[in-house]
Every structure is written in structure tokens, then in C-alpha cells.
């Protein structure tokens, strides 16, 4: 009985360190080729070709100081938004055609700043994560030999959270809008 209880304990502590992760479910067509971003740092920038007039070509994260492979193609013109310290990307948003590609992608982070690339034609979606502290870790989709076909999202806390302690005061003011 008293192992039962301390396993409890633990999952009890262990559920208030670490909030969970959200799964924002990929839209799009989905064909061509899979990608999934990696990194074990938080992501530090953004970057987003588009073809004028038309749908996003490729992207790439930064985690930390180092880029990952582009998904899709790096070809015409090129945005990119380098974060601050503790800035994070909170929210992806944009238009995709079902029948083809994602249109247009528009990033937002916590501080307020945005990056927007494409057009906005099709369908609307909006990933963000369920919890406060919750930001974005990992993209994944599809891409062809055109561009990127499908997106999806995955938020979590970069660090532990630990339970008790006062939010910042950015938080609080945050909270009180």
C-alpha cells in the first residue's frame, strides 16, 4: 500500500514540473515527401519562401544557433524573423488549398511580433497551445518538389515549469489583458 502511495506522489510531482504537449493536427493535401524539424534548443528564428503571388515554397526553424534543413524548396523570395531572448513562437496561422498547397503562414510570438509569407487564398487554420507557458517545438508536414503541401504543430514548455512560484511580471500583465 505504501508503494502505491509514493508512485502516486511521484506522478502527482512529476504532473506539476512539466506541462503536456499539444498536438495542433496537420492540414493540407499531404502528399509528397514527410519533414519533422529537430532540435534540442528552443527555436531562435524563422524562415519562409514564398513564391510571389502563389503558395509557400519551403521553411526552416533555428534552434539555438543552428538552422535546420529547409522543408520544401528554398527558391524565390525569402522572409525570415530572428527571436529574442525569451521570445517564443506562440501561434502559427494561415490559408492552405486542400486540393494543393499551404498558402500562406503567418508566425506570432509573445512578444507581439509577427512574420506573415504567402497569399491569403483557401482555407483558414490556426494552431496555438492549450497551456500559458506553451510554445512551439516542432513543425511537421509534407512538401513536393513545389512546396509545402501539409502542416502540423507541436507546443511545449522549453523548460520545466516548476509548481509554486509567482508568474513573472510580464505574465501577470499578460494575464490582466
Known sequence: M???LIFSLCCLTARALYLPLDYSPAVGRG?????ASSGEDR????????????????????????WTPVFGRSLNEQQEMLLFDDEAI??????????NYVYQLMFVTNRGRFLIAGQPIGTSFNFYPNHRQGELRLISGRSDSNGI?????????AYPVAPNVPPSRNESMLALS
Open 90 to 99: 506562440v501561434q502559427i496561422s494561415g490559408k492552405y488549398n486542400p486540393g
Open 43 to 66: 527555436i531562435t528564428g524563422v524562415r519562409v519562401w514564398e513564391t510571389s503571388g502563389s503558395h509557400i515554397r519551403g521553411l526552416q526553424l533555428k534552434y539555438d544557433y543552428t
Open 149 to 157: 503541401t501539409s502542416i502540423a504543430a507541436l507546443w511545449a514548455t
Open 31 to 35: 502528399s509528397g515527401n514527410s519533414f
Open 2 to 4: 505504501i508503494y502505491i
